[in-house]
């Protein structure tokens, strides 16, 4: 059973930074590709950014901004998140597929975590 514990979030000032981590069990977590999600009310749970062991990904919206890296030594995967804005603020979720490539879609991923909720203040 492979199980996703995000940590991390809280309330910031626009312009301020924090750091997501995401613990993932699992004796395999090197062949792992791990995603950051997140999901504002009223709207769709969407891709923020993923890593593989080679490769990493961005949306458009974060580029520059959030930086994810991974420690296959403590299971775990970070996403710094700089330079925050009001938008966004929103429950963010990390998840992992049992493939050792990015992906961007919410159904390309087989485990999920709980959330952790962001909330940027201007």
């Known amino acids: 059973q492979v199980r996703l514990v995000e940590s991390g979030g809280g309330l910031v000032q626009a312009g301020g930074s924090l750091r997501l981590s995401c613990v993932v069990s699992?004796?395999?977590?090197?062949?792992?590709?791990v995603g950051w999600f997140r999901q504002a009310p009223g709207k769709e749970r969407e891709f923020v950014a993923a890593?593989?062991?080679?490769?990493?990904s961005y949306a458009d919206s974060v580029k520059g901004r959030f930086t994810i890296s991974r420690n296959n030594a403590k299971n775990t995967v970070y996403v710094q998140m700089n330079s925050l804005k009001p938008e966004d603020t929103a429950v963010y979720y990390c998840?992992?597929?049992?493939?050792?490539?990015?992906?961007?879609?919410?159904?390309?991923?087989?485990?999920w975590g709980q959330g952790t909720q962001v909330t940027v203040s201007s």
């Open positions: 998840a992992a597929r049992e493939r050792s490539t990015v992906a961007a879609g919410t159904n390309e991923y087989d485990y």
């Open positions: 699992g004796r395999t977590f090197a062949s792992y590709a």
């Open positions: 890593i593989s062991l080679s490769w990493t």
